[in-house]
């Protein structure tokens, strides 16, 4: 049983515009949420979270947003580049999972960015 | 060398083979853990070692075997594995305790088992 889902395998977007990353979660006791980037041969690189207090968080360009009613959230770009195009995995951590909570992730499938110029 | 290392980068061996992976990190972090990703499933958690003691095994086989000697090191020893076990096994570091910081991954190791 998948306990976080990123039922797009794969998303197309023109450079410039906005990209949207969606991820739902069904274990009501993760409240810490990540996205993680990954380029091909590379390991997946960190690029924003969020806690549970919070419905939004911004860096840059990028923003995720969390609807934990729904249990769910998303990963905006904007405007998207290039650069961006790469495997974008969201992860959950549970409430109360010790120290070494941060690296006991639970992972979606990824969904496949690409960024035309 | 900064970051999280792997070595090596691809691996093909047989099923009566043994082989070790290796996993260094350069972060000072003092939390490891071995991921596998096989092919179109997320990433599963394997192991997690805190200050050198495995403090989580997530099921996994007796034929993976995982070995901490310090902080920095970590090796995930292979023997008779099957075809199925083929993936990226990736490694990552973080700092558990007072100033936890997301995980960082190494490059993996990609695995081909013959």
């Known amino acids: 049983d998948q306990q976080v889902k990123q039922n797009s395998p794969s998303l197309s977007v023109q450079e410039g515009r906005i990209s949207i990353l969606n991820c739902d979660y069904t274990?009501?006791?993760?409240?810490?949420f990540l996205w993680y980037k990954k380029y091909p041969a590379e390991g997946p690189t960190f690029l924003i979270s969020?806690?549970?207090?919070?419905d939004k968080n911004e860096d840059g360009r990028f923003t995720v947003f969390l609807n934990k009613s729904a249990k769910h959230l998303s990963l905006h770009i904007v405007p998207s580049q290039p650069g961006d195009s790469a495997v974008y995995f969201c992860?959950?951590?549970?409430?109360?999972?010790?120290?070494?909570?941060?690296?006991?992730?639970?992972f979606g499938q990824g969904t496949i960015l690409t960024v035309h110029p | 060398e900064t970051g999280v290392t792997q070595t090596p980068r691809h691996l093909v061996m047989g099923m009566t083979n043994k082989k070790s992976l290796k996993c260094e990190q350069h972060?000072?972090?003092?939390?490891m853990y071995w991921y596998k990703q096989s092919a179109k499933k997320p990433l599963e958690l394997m192991f997690v070692?805190?200050?050198?003691?495995?403090?989580e095994n997530n099921s996994v086989p007796s034929r993976f075997s995982p070995e901490c000697p310090n902080s920095s090191h970590l090796f995930l020893h292979l023997h008779t594995l099957q075809p199925e076990d083929s993936a990226l096994y990736l490694c990552?570091?973080?700092?558990?305790?007072?100033?936890?910081?997301?995980?960082?991954f190494g490059q993996g190791t990609r695995l081909t088992v013959v």
């Open positions: 990552a570091s973080s700092n558990a305790g007072r100033s936890n910081t997301e995980a960082f």
């Open positions: 070692y805190n200050f050198k003691e495995q403090t």
């Open positions: 274990n009501s006791m993760f409240d810490y």
């Open positions: 972060l000072g972090h003092n939390a």
């Open positions: 969020i806690s549970s207090i919070k």
């Open positions: 992860a959950a951590i549970p409430a109360n999972a010790g120290g070494t909570s941060y690296g006991k992730l639970t």
